[in-house]
T-cell receptor, first 113, second 114 residues
């Protein structure tokens, strides 16, 4: 089946630093989504990407949809303690009854004050 | 906008009982709702996809008779875990989709089966 690869499993950064997370796939996706999940909560949508090559920003977050439609990255600039959480990439293959999200395994981000 | 609620947020039940979890889209109509389960430190695993007014589509390995899904309206889907056992203890998360390109997640329901 389709898989999204996220690595490393954990990242540790200092407050104020920038961080970049990558997500790759062997399959093509039509839409890429980035979510953040806090402990005991559901994932919250951060950024949605709909076109290959698209670069989108949301505050300190920037994400790009790879030109091959098989990868995406998320950048967080000037990290703050509340950026701590698990970041999931997800790919959406639209198409009738088979439309569903495929999730990566997530990257746990820790921010040292 | 795009708020999804789940009720209850946590539930503890005895083995052998059934538990119903509700998922509501509060400010949009969801043509499709999805149910996931998540084990500690793992990713979300899709259990089933439900379209309003039709039968749910279950992922491979998910027992449809154990996890009953009802999507009676464009804003409400329910998941009933029947005859729950300790191995069913997990974090259950629903999502709702107003279109085919986005999913908005509920806050999750923590189920503990004793």
């Amino acid at each position: 089946g389709q898989q999204l690869n996220q690595s490393p499993q954990s990242m540790f950064i200092q407050e104020g630093e920038d961080v970049s997370m990558n997500c790759t796939s062997s399959s093509i996706f039509n839409t890429w989504l980035w979510y953040k999940q806090d402990p005991g909560e559901g994932p919250v949508l951060l950024i949605a990407l709909y076109k290959a090559g698209e670069l989108t920003s949301n505050g300190r977050l920037t994400a790009q949809f790879g030109i091959t439609r098989k990868d995406s990255f998320l950048n967080i600039s000037a990290s703050i303690p509340s950026d701590v959480g698990i970041y999931f990439c997800a790919g959406f293959t639209t198409g009738g009854a088979n439309s569903k999200l495929t999730f990566g395994k997530g990257i746990t981000l820790s921010v040292r004050p | 906008g795009a708020v999804v609620s789940q009720h209850p947020s946590w539930v503890i039940c005895k083995s052998g009982t059934s538990v119903k979890i509700e998922c509501r889209s509060l400010d949009f109509q969801a043509t499709t709702m999805f149910w996931y389960r998540q084990f500690p430190k793992q990713s979300l695993m899709l259990m089933a996809t439900s379209n309003e007014g039709s039968k749910a589509t279950y992922e491979q390995g998910v027992e449809k008779d154990k996890f009953l899904i009802n999507h009676a309206s464009l804003t409400l889907s329910t998941l009933t875990v029947t005859s729950a056992h300790p191995e069913d203890s997990s974090f259950y998360i629903c999502s709702a989709s107003p279109n085919r390109n986005e999913q908005f997640f509920g806050p999750g329901t923590r189920l503990t089966v004793l």
